[in-house]
Every structure is written in C-alpha cells, then in structure tokens.
T-cell receptor, first 116, second 115 residues
Framework: AQSVTQPDIHITVSEGASLELRCNYS??????LFWYVQSPGQGLQLLLK??????LVQGIKGFEAEFKRSQSSFNLRKPSVHWSDAAEYFC??????????????FGKGTHLIIQP | EAQVTQNPRYLITVTGKKLTVTCSQN?????MSWYRQDPGLGLRQIYY???????DKGDVPEGYKVSRKEKRNFPLILESPSPNQTSLYFC??????????????FGEGSRLTVL
C-alpha cells in the first residue's frame, strides 16, 4: 500500500518570504500526486495535481510543485507567501494501477503559519 | 453549481444511537469516498466506492457502513456510534482517471460528537 510523509507538522514563514512544503511518498510505480489546502473551518480544495508529463506543475494561488522520481518527492513551493496562505496543507497520493485502485492516501498535513 | 453536499453539518448524539450522514454529488462522478479527520492524524479513508453497488474498505472501516445504490449518493452509516467516532467527516467525489481517483471535490464536512 502507498504511504505519504509530510515531515513538517508546523512551518512558520514571514509574509513575503518563499515557501517550500515537503512531501515524500512510498509507492512502487508512478502515482498520481496532489496537494490540497484546508483553510480553518473549511473543506479541502485542490491546489495542483500531477498525473504525467512535465514534472513541474503549476497550481492555483501561485503555487507550484515539482515531482522528483529519484527522490520520491513532490514538494510544494511558492515564491512569496501572503497572510491568506495560512492554512493546513495536505499532500496525497493515488496509485496508478490501470485497472483497479485503492483509495487516495493523505499525509498528516503541514500547518502553515504566516508571520507579519 | 457543482458541489458535494453533506448533512448534517453538526451532530451531537449518544453512544449506540444509529445515525446516517448523507452525501450527495451532482457532478456524475464515479468515485466517492468518506474520510475522517482527527488532530495529528490527518485524513484517513473510511470507505470508498468506484461506482454504483461497488464499495470497498479504506484504512479505518471499523464501526462504519456505506451503500451506493445510486451514483449521486453515498451515505455513511454508524450502526452503534461510540465516543471514539467523534470526529470531523468529509465526503469527496471524483471522476475515475485510468482506474484511480482523480481530482477530489470535498463536501464542507460533518462534525460529529458521540457522548
């Protein structure tokens, strides 16, 4: 079964600074990879996804993520954070099996705090 | 408007009193799933469904049941709720992409407290 690790439980970044949230997965083949964001009291919203092709994917709200097969990583980045980016961020993986599928597995999340 | 609708949004109940949390989507998605979210544990999948009459266990299915009689609905049933099922529950749906779930659309969550 696949697994997802988000090593950082909390990250604090100053407004205007760059951001990188780490995500590592464990899966034998190339999975589908996602980043979701959850604002306080809200459901989850998709930021971006990787299925195949270009390993650098662009998402909403100025976020991007890079798939690195050799490192089994899919780190999320943003060049300049805004106070409204404060939220919980989840990395998720779904196996590509071409014919049947397990469900989507989420990491435990990274809580992003923005300092003024 | 495309959406996933869960009801109730908030519920306080007592141990052993059967309850159902409904989930409905209007996007004709094949895939539907239930997650529970607990502090420090992230989202854990309870059950999922690839299509009508096709359901399967996720990571934490104990104490829950589901059914998928219609494509749009995927109710979560707690036959005999216990306090350890106090949690925030999310329903989600997506199209299938090459045999797996694609982009998930989430409901707004149902906060359940079992006394």
């Amino acid at each position: 079964a696949q697994s997802v690790t988000q090593p950082d439980i909390h990250i604090t970044v100053s407004e205007g600074a760059s951001l990188e949230l780490r995500c590592n997965y464990s899966y034998g083949a190339t999975p589908y990879l996602f980043w979701y964001v959850q604002s306080p009291g809200q459901g989850l919203q998709l930021l971006l996804k990787y299925f195949s092709g270009d390993t650098l994917v662009q998402g909403i709200k100025g976020f991007e993520a890079e798939f690195k097969r050799s490192q089994s990583s899919f780190n999320l980045r943003k060049p300049s954070v805004h106070w409204s980016d404060a939220a919980e961020y989840f990395c998720a993986v779904a196996p590509y099996s071409g014919g049947g599928a397990d469900g989507l597995t989420f990491g435990k999340g990274t809580h992003l705090i923005i300092q003024p | 408007e495309a959406q996933v609708t869960q009801n109730p949004r908030y519920l306080i109940t007592v141990t052993g009193k059967k309850l159902t949390v409904t989930c409905s989507q209007n996007m004709n998605h094949e895939y539907m799933s239930w997650y529970r979210q607990d502090p420090g544990l992230g989202l854990r999948q309870i059950y999922y469904s690839m299509n009508v009459e096709v359901t399967d266990k996720g990571d934490v299915p104990e104490g829950y049941k589901v059914s998928r009689k219609e494509k749009r609905n995927f109710p979560l049933i707690l036959e005999s709720p216990s306090p350890n099922q106090t949690s925030l529950y999310f329903c989600a749906s997506s199209f299938l992409v090459q045999g797996g779930p694609g982009e998930l659309f989430f409901g707004e969550g149902s906060r359940l407290t079992v006394l």
